[in-house]
T-cell receptor, first 115, second 112 residues
Framework: AQTVTQSQPEMSVQEAETVTLSCTYDTSENNYYLFWYKQPPSRQMILVIRQEAYKQQNATENRFSVNFQKAAKSFSLKISDSQLGDTAMYFCAFMRNNAGNMLTFGGGTRLMVKP | NAGVTQTPKFRVLKTGQSMTLLCAQDMNHEYMYWYRQDPGMGLRLIHYSVGEGTTAKGEVPDGYNVSRLKKQNFLLGLESAAPSQTSVYFC???????????FGPGTRLTVL
């Protein structure tokens, strides 16, 4: 079974600064997908960014980028120019490439962006 | 295009009562999922469906049943609610390939 670990329960960052959230996972699979989801106080789960394991290039979405280290089984999220609206829970998730495409989530990191 | 909707948004049950949570999606997705989220934790998969008329168990299926009679709907049932089932329940849907799952707004359920 896959496990996803987020070792930082809480983090804070000053507005306009950069912050990196950590995620590690354990799997014996070679082909899989990784995601970061954001959950603001509204509770809605919002996709931030995704990465296919077969792609060596790190994914980027505007101010959000990842550092994907396949050999180390590490998938960190970097948020640049942090904004107050980035305050939320952030969940790392793993998906095997198989029937069902089920997600396994980490425990989450609560990020507070301070003005 | 409403995406994924869930009914109801909130519910309080007494131990032993039953209820059904409804999930509907208008994106014509093949796959649908039910997750639960307990305080301070990530989401855990309860049951999922890869198509109309099919269902399968996830990580924490005990105490729940599901049905997928129509492609756009996925029902989650609690036959005899227990306080341990107090949680926030999320439904999600996705195309039949490794891809983003789209989530509903969640249902907060309290079992007294």
């Amino acid at each position: 079974a896959q496990t996803v670990t987020q070792s930082q329960p809480e983090m804070s960052v000053q507005e306009a600064e950069t912050v990196t959230l950590s995620c590690t996972y354990d799997t014996s699979e070679n082909n899989y997908y990784l995601f970061w989801y954001k959950q603001p106080p509204s509770r809605q789960m919002i996709l931030v960014i995704r990465q296919e394991a077969y792609k060596q290039q790190n994914a980027t979405e505007n101010r959000f980028s990842v550092n994907f280290q396949k050999a180390a089984k590490s998938f960190s999220l970097k948020i640049s120019d942090s904004q107050l609206g980035d305050t939320a829970m952030y969940f790392c998730a793993f998906m095997r490439n198989n029937a069902g495409n089920m997600l396994t989530f980490g425990g989450g990191t609560r990020l507070m962006v301070k003005p | 295009n409403a995406g994924v909707t869930q009914t109801p948004k909130f519910r309080v049950l007494k131990t032993g009562q039953s209820m059904t949570l409804l999930c509907a999606q208008d994106m014509n997705h093949e796959y649908m999922y039910w997750y639960r989220q307990d305080p301070g934790m990530g989401l855990r998969l309860i049951h999922y469906s890869v198509g109309e008329g099919t269902t399968a168990k996830g990580e924490v299926p005990d105490g729940y049943n599901v049905s997928r009679l129509k492609k756009q709907n996925f029902l989650l049932g609690l036959e005899s609610a227990a306080p341990s089932q107090t949680s926030v329940y999320f439904c999600a849907s996705s195309p039949p390939r490794p891809d983003t799952q789209y989530f509903g707004p969640g249902t907060r359920l309290t079992v007294l």
